[in-house]
């Protein structure tokens, strides 16, 4: 295995210490995008008052059905799914879900994906006029790379300029703090994060799902592509991690993989600020927020240098 050579300081896992998270996230541990739906569906089993944030299911300008069930498929120590970004548009969302997540005991981020540079500014604007988000997360995926007849993937020149397009288009269109979430394929974690900098994002999120596919053995056919999450991505989802920290100014929020405290540790130590959980909710309705009161148990929080 190649030494890590970066002249960034590597931190022990045995005597880190919690790094204060980026504003506006108030504790190192995040609900991630869709991990909890739309904030009534765990309604009972698990509160937001030990999570530093919330993030919404990805929202778009206008309506979507998401994709036909079967949605979800097994895999070895992972999740594959395919939802299709089911979600009920902009205007729904802010007359009738905006108004019960404003109740949440913790910072909101409304995850937001546009089709085009308009789009990413619609949704911006409008969010920043309800006053209720404290932050936009930037799903920066294109909406082609989720279906399965999009043909060939974008290279990394393409994903590049999608990437500057989405983040500056909604940079223009609110001051709300904007962090992206990069692509898991296709192009560098390192360069995708530094043209996120570039374009105006004040932080970077990784652990985005990684392209899978699904075949039915029994019947040895093509099953569906899909995104693949949960612990079977984690060492993927360090590598992206540790590259955005070691290319970007801006603090990186963590993800994919996620199932313990301690497996949030070793994402601070890659350089992650924060570490957002969605798999092992599924496991757990309260995980994420297990996860925030055992590291607030295990360490002091502090400053990271």
Known sequence: MQENRSSKPYYSIMNLTIPIPPAPFTGPVLAASGSMGWGSELHGLTSCEDLGGFITPTLTLHPRQGSRPPRTAEAAAGLMYATGLPNPGLHEFCTDILPLLRKK????????????????????????????????????????????????????????????????????????????????????????????????????????????????SGAMRFAGIAGLCGPAIKPLALYQTWRAAQSVQIPVVAGGGIMSADDAREFFVAGARAAAVAAAVLIHPDAASTMARALRQQTQQTSMP
């Not at 979430?181 to 570039?198: T, V």
């Open 105 to 216: 005991a913790c910072p909101l981020v409304v995850s937001i994906l546009g089709k085009n540079a308009e789009e990413w500014s619609t949704l911006a604007a409008c969010l920043e006029e309800t006053r209720a988000a404290d932050a936009l997360e930037l799903n920066l995926t294109p909406l082609a790379l989720l279906a399965e007849n999009s043909g060939s993937p974008p290279d990394s020149t393409e994903l590049r300029a999608h990437i500057l397009q989405a983040v500056r288009a909604a940079r223009k269109a609110c001051g709300l703090p904007l962090l992206a979430k990069l692509p898991s394929g296709c192009i560098d974690a390192g360069e995708a994060a530094k043209a996120a900098e570039e374009a105006g994002a004040d932080m970077i999120a990784t652990g985005q799902a990684f392209p899978a596919l699904a075949v039915r």
